[in-house]
T-cell receptor, first 116, second 112 residues
Framework: GENVEQHPSTLSVQEGDSAVIKCTYSDSASNYFPWYKQELGKRPQLIIDIRSNVGEKKDQRIAVTLNKTAKHFSLHITETQPEDSAVYFCAASRGGGGTSYGKLTFGQGTILTVHP | NAGVTQTPKFRVLKTGQSMTLLCAQDMNHEYMYWYRQDPGMGLRLIHYSVGEGTTAKGEVPDGYNVSRLKKQNFLLGLESAAPSQTSVYFC???????????FGPGTRLTVL
């Protein structure tokens, strides 16, 4: 089955700096890669996702890059703000079609702390 | 439109007791999933359902059973709770053709 490794487990930055979180995956058939943000005591919420036919996707201050050959993808947050402090999870899936049924395999999570 | 809801929010059980967690969604989603979240381990899939009346095992199914008698509800049962099942349980759902999963608020379960 799929295995997703996420690094670092904790990340501390100053407000305004950039933050980068990296994930690797093992299943070459995975084609859907979402990132979730989870604030303390809250549910995971999707912040951005990318499919394997795209190398990069941006949404304001966040971006995700994908390297299919190396089987890794990264989350980039620019101009970080204290409200970006949360746990971030990457995940991988073969997508909703076929017998994978959209099952997600999650990384272990990264605790991001943005200091004012 | 409440999205995905979970009942209860918190529960404390004694070893050997049983309970059922309820997940409900009002988005007419075909697919529903149960995950558990433990510190340092991310979210792990317990069971999932691809439609009313269907269920399947995920990554960590042992000790749990599920049922999906109605499309909008997905129940997770613990027949004989163990301390190792202390965790936060999240339900998620999605519609066919769209990969995005929407999560419920979670149930924090403690087994003493």
């Amino acid at each position: 089955g799929e295995n997703v490794e996420q690094h670092p487990s904790t990340l501390s930055v100053q407000e305004g700096d950039s933050a980068v979180i990296k994930c690797t995956y093992s299943d070459s058939a995975s084609n859907y890669f979402p990132w979730y943000k989870q604030e303390l005591g809250k549910r995971p919420q999707l912040i951005i996702d990318i499919r394997s036919n795209v190398g990069e996707k941006k949404d304001q201050r966040i971006a995700v890059t994908l390297n299919k050959t190396a089987k890794h993808f990264s989350l980039h947050i620019t101009e970080t703000q204290p409200e970006d402090s949360a746990v971030y999870f990457c995940a991988a899936s073969r997508g909703g079609g076929g017998t994978s049924y959209g099952k997600l395999t999650f990384g272990q999570g990264t605790i991001l702390t943005v200091h004012p | 439109n409440a999205g995905v809801t979970q009942t209860p929010k918190f529960r404390v059980l004694k070893t050997g007791q049983s309970m059922t967690l309820l997940c409900a969604q009002d988005m007419n989603h075909e697919y529903m999933y149960w995950y558990r979240q433990d510190p340092g381990m991310g979210l792990r899939l317990i069971h999932y359902s691809v439609g009313e009346g269907t269920t399947a095992k995920g990554e960590v199914p042992d000790g749990y059973n599920v049922s999906r008698l109605k499309k909008q509800n997905f129940l997770l049962g613990l027949e004989s709770a163990a301390p190792s099942q202390t965790s936060v349980y999240f339900c998620a759902s999605r519609t066919g053709g769209v990969d995005t999963q929407y999560f419920g608020p979670g149930t924090r379960l403690t087994v003493l």
